[in-house]
């Protein structure tokens, strides 16, 4: 048993019923991940189990190249999401990523469909994706293909689309990436009804940067509220 895991395990367990509360999932689809790096963790949402149905001591875990590990837990009896390789891929590739969510979310997966990369037109999305949220170009679910494609894709924005797909938000905790799939599925909503009515230019570079600065430097609170 890994008992040290126990913080984790919640973590994930809440971004996956984030996801799917939130209606960015329906009945089993997405995901979500967590590694801990310095165990060499990743515990990662069971596949086909719907969300109501799942509880924390599901979720199955694995090392950084897919090996099973055990916790004692009833995710040692199940089998991990389809999605594992393009996760694992990812936190291979990418030591700044802690946590990975990915979804189906309608007005997202809609830009995703026609392969379109969404620009700050938000000062919401200037705050939170410092500037274009790429589109990964299609590629097939075989082996790193879909991991790689993200890799590729990716700036400075803890989401990235991919064509004909979804969606695959990445950040230093899964906490922060829910956050960024929660986020980018109400701003694709604003970009999409807008689209509808005219063509919005995005803001400018400097304009961005001066969003993206304040509310990582300003916003919020120095520490938890209350104390």
Known sequence: MIPELQELREQVY??????????????HSGNASGADRGRGVVLIKPSGVDYEKLTPSMLVAVDLYGNRMTTGEAGDRLKPSVDLPHHLYLYRSCPDIGGIVHTHSNYATSFALLGRPLPPYLTAMADEFGGEIPCATYTGNQGDNIGRAIVQ???????????????????????????????????????????????????????????????????GQKQPFGE
């Open 14 to 27: 809440e971004a996956c019923i984030g996801i799917f509360r939130s209606g960015l999932v329906t009945m």
């Open 153 to 219: 894709a990716r700036n400075d924005s803890p989401a990235v689309l991919l064509a004909n797909h979804g969606v695959f938000a990445f950040a230093e905790t899964v906490t922060a990436a829910f956050k960024a799939a929660v986020m980018l599925e109400d701003v694709s909503k604003t970009c999409h009804l807008s689209l509808l009515l005219g063509t919005p230019e995005p803001l400018p570079a400097h304009e961005v940067r001066q969003w993206f600065d304040r509310y990582h430097t300003a916003y």
